[in-house]
């Protein structure tokens, strides 16, 4: 179990990282980080180790941590290796989930309509995020899941910047919206579908990606 310290840590670099606080390859010096979180130094190793394993940062021998640059054509990659995997997960969730999940999930869409609506586009971001985690729950599927979130975690940055394109927020949230419909429905076949057509979306948003977006200065999207 990891320590309230380095959940603190790991939060913190995970958010300043999608906000592009701290773009592709900045360089993640322990003691600095210890300064700007207010965690022990030992705390910070740990999250830089937990967020590497997720392929957000890379440790570079003789060189310390730095965060990972994803190009497109890896997060179009990354995508396609999720479509599956989420398609699985969105079936067992229709199946599997209960009252009180489904519940959940209806609140967490109206927040994210809420944040959309108000042009909060950094909470959009993050609310996805958790979205998948809380499908991820209710699919009751660790294997898949654990898949997922590592592959997702390569991911952040990316969806952070598409959630910034114009209109893309409205196209997103409605294949969001189909898929929680689905699931709060338990319509395996209908859930399935709609996880598929939403990362098939992403795909093709990220596949439009323009220069600036895919280039490792700028951040990926």
């Given at each position: 179990?990891?320590?309230?310290?380095?959940?603190?840590?790991?939060?913190?670099?995970?958010?300043?990282?999608?906000?592009?606080?701290?773009?592709?390859?900045?360089?993640?010096?322990?003691?600095?980080?210890?300064?700007?979180?207010?965690?022990?130094?030992?705390?910070?190793?740990?999250?830089?180790?937990?967020?590497?394993?997720?392929?957000?940062?890379?440790?570079?021998?003789?060189?310390?941590?730095?965060?990972r640059v994803v190009s497109t054509e890896?997060?179009?990659?990354?995508?396609?290796?999720?479509?599956?995997?989420?398609?699985?997960?969105?079936?067992?969730?229709?199946?599997?989930?209960?009252?009180?999940?489904?519940?959940r999930l209806r609140a967490h869409l109206h927040t994210m309509t809420a944040a959309v609506d108000s042009g909060d586009l950094r909470k959009y971001s993050e609310l996805i995020r958790q979205l998948y985690a809380l499908v991820a729950e209710s699919a009751r599927h660790p294997i898949a899941a654990d898949l997922v979130g590592r592959l997702q975690g390569q991911l952040v940055r990316h969806q952070f910047q598409l959630s910034l394109r114009p209109g893309r927020p409205r196209v997103s949230l409605s294949g969001l919206s189909d898929l929680v419909h689905a699931i709060t429905d338990r319509d395996p076949e209908r859930a399935e579908a709609a996880a598929g057509a939403h990362l098939r979306g992403v795909i093709t948003a990220l596949s439009e990606s323009s220069p600036s977006e895919s280039s490792p200065s700028g951040g990926a999207a």
């Open positions: 179990m990891a320590s309230a310290a380095q959940e603190t840590a790991e939060r913190a670099l995970r958010g300043a990282i999608s906000r592009g606080d701290m773009p592709p390859g900045y360089r993640l010096v322990e003691a600095e980080l210890v300064d700007l979180i207010g965690v022990s130094r030992s705390a910070v190793r740990l999250a830089i180790d937990a967020l590497a394993a997720e392929g957000l940062v890379e440790r570079i021998q003789n060189k310390g941590a730095r965060v890896e997060a179009i990659a990354i995508t396609e290796c999720r479509l599956p995997l989420e398609g699985l997960l969105a079936r067992k969730a229709a199946e599997r989930i209960t009252d009180a999940e489904a519940d």
